[in-house]
Nanobody
Framework: QVQLVESGGGLVQAGGSLRLSCAASGLTFSSYAMGWFRQAPGKEREFVGRISGSGGSTYLADSVKGRFTISRDNAKNTVYLQMSSLEPEDTAVYYC????????????WGQGTQVTVSS
């Protein structure tokens, strides 16, 4: 079955950096666009960004543009979220998700990884 496993979360001071990874299995990875989402306590889930199956196209939410980047390595079935200049407001559980090309809905989700940014 399809599995998405996030890793790389942790505690970091404001201004610091983290790189999240999401390892996928059980799917033809390059056929899926991958998204990153986050959910802070008491808040709704928020879209962070996405990357196309080939990696040639990325889109980031305004709240993280210029600070976060998304990349993928299709040979390793892994997508990354590089986060820099982190702010306390970035504290959340971060999830990766997979969406088959041509569809709007994300079909598969990981279990999430906690990112905590201290001030």
């Amino acid at each position: 079955q399809v599995q998405l496993v996030e890793s790389g979360g942790g505690l970091v001071q404001a201004g610091g950096s983290l790189r999240l990874s999401c390892a996928a299995s059980g799917l033809t990875f390059s056929s899926y666009a991958m998204g990153w989402f986050r959910q802070a306590p008491g808040k709704e889930r928020e879209f962070v960004g996405r990357i196309s199956g080939s990696g040639g196209s990325t889109y980031l939410a305004d709240s993280v543009k210029g600070r976060f980047t998304i990349s993928r390595d299709n040979a390793k079935n892994t997508v990354y979220l590089q986060m820099s200049s982190l702010e306390p407001e970035d504290t959340a559980v971060y999830y990766c998700a997979a969406r088959i090309a041509g569809f709007n809905e994300y079909s598969y989700w990981g279990q999430g990884t906690q990112v905590t940014v201290s001030s």
